[in-house]
């Protein structure tokens, strides 16, 4: 099972689990960004991983910049990577930003936005 991620920020990766950051760095602070209606961001602390079955009356959010989740406390051991450009379903729970886990498998989605555009120009000739 999960508990802990690894997010992109600039061209940094900070860890987190639910108890805040991991790691002595500055620039960490323990928060996640999600994604709301007309494209700005909102940050809350990252709240950790919840178990669903039914989300009627939960807050889902669209959240960012999830790279990797990882299955031990310290964010080191990858279990299982977010394509580029996809977003998680999280909830806002508690004024923190949970991710949802479907059958212990969490749901990730290509933004609307993303570029899909590669730089690869090279066409096969056969």
Do not use: W
């Not at 991620?5 to 987190?16: E, K, M, T, W």
């Not at 909102?42 to 939960?58: I, Q």
């Not at 977003?87 to 990730?108: A, N, P």
């Amino acid at each position: 099972m999960y508990q802990s991620i690894q997010i992109a920020v600039g061209y940094s990766i900070f860890r987190l689990n639910d108890e805040g950051p991991i790691g002595v760095s500055k620039r960490n602070d323990g928060m996640i960004s999600a994604l709301l209606k007309r494209g700005d961001r909102f940050s809350a602390p990252f709240g950790g991983f919840v178990e669903t079955k039914n989300v009627l009356g939960l807050k889902k959010v669209k959240l960012l910049d999830v790279k990797f989740l990882c299955s031990d406390r310290e964010g080191v051991d990858v279990e299982y990577a977010i394509p580029r450009e996809h977003y998680l379903v999280g909830g806002y729970i508690e004024s923190r930003l949970c991710i949802l886990l479907f059958d212990g498998k969490v749901k990730h989605y290509l933004r609307k936005d993303a570029d899909q555009k590669d730089t690869n120009n090279v066409f096969g000739l056969f």
